[in-house]
């Protein structure tokens, strides 16, 4: 039994190992560029008084599993919520290949703080917040299953139809997850509002604080988050639409190991190619890939910090 157990944990091991040598170093190709867009920069001079905050769970090497708590005059939104403390136990209908690899590369970041504890700790009562989701994958919504259960979740039309149980395949929406978010999911009504260099948009508050767009390929309704702080402090999260800082700015695939989880890898790379054009165009705004530590680092300068 223990010969055992060590081959399974030297497996995992070299399963870690090896997933994060294949993100760092794997061969990743140049993506065309995006098309010439209209820019259409927003109105910032009637922002409200709003703070966010840099709320990490979960870390490995420079990869991060964070959230973001916004806190507005209208109430608290978080937009993700890492990975699920009960992670493990979660993964049990997955075939072993599966649950090998989503322990090696997302349940390596975390949680190592509860969410509900991080937002006590930033004074946000964990009852009396929304979730906003850039996507529904397990390392983005599983938070949520240590949330109390009256927590409303904001999700794109398309990804609400994609998180429907036995909706999704292979890795994509956790069935306890699934289980979780049916009847809580509020969609995010997109209107023909140009943004910046996307053609819809969603003002959550309606005052120029919060705007979503969206992003959608790397799952079927993936959301960008725009946190407009002032005029000369504006956040932009991206999910997983960029999987790391290298890939946003020199317009790179993602690496080949996270390849399995695009769920359209043309729409995905178009989408990339996008962001890669309007980071150059708008190097003020900070852009937040989900899991690029370096990135929220320049963004916050720490965990826990909160811009106002």
Known sequence: MKKRRRAIWFLAFLS?????????FGWRHGLPEAPPHTRVKPPLDKLPALSVCWLETGKIFDNTGSSLLIRHPKGDLIVDAGNSSHFKDELAPYSFGDRFWL?????ALGPSLLLPAALTAAGADPAKVRLLVTHAHIDHVGGLMDLPSTVPVLMA???????????????GVVPAHSARLQGHMEPIVFSPTPYEVFDQSADLFGDGGVVVVPLYGHTPGSVGVFVNISPSLRLFHVGDAAHDWRGLEKRLSEPPVLARTNWDTAKSEAVLSSLSAYHAAAPDVFMLPAHARQAWLRAFGEPTRCLH
Do not use: H
């Not at 322990?103 to 349940?107: N, Q, T």
């Open 16 to 24: 870690v190992a090896g997933g994060y040598v294949g993100y760092l």
């Open 103 to 107: 322990r090696a590369l997302p349940g």
């Open 157 to 171: 039309q398309p990804e609400i139809d994609w998180a429907a149980p036995g909706a999704s395949s292979g890795v």
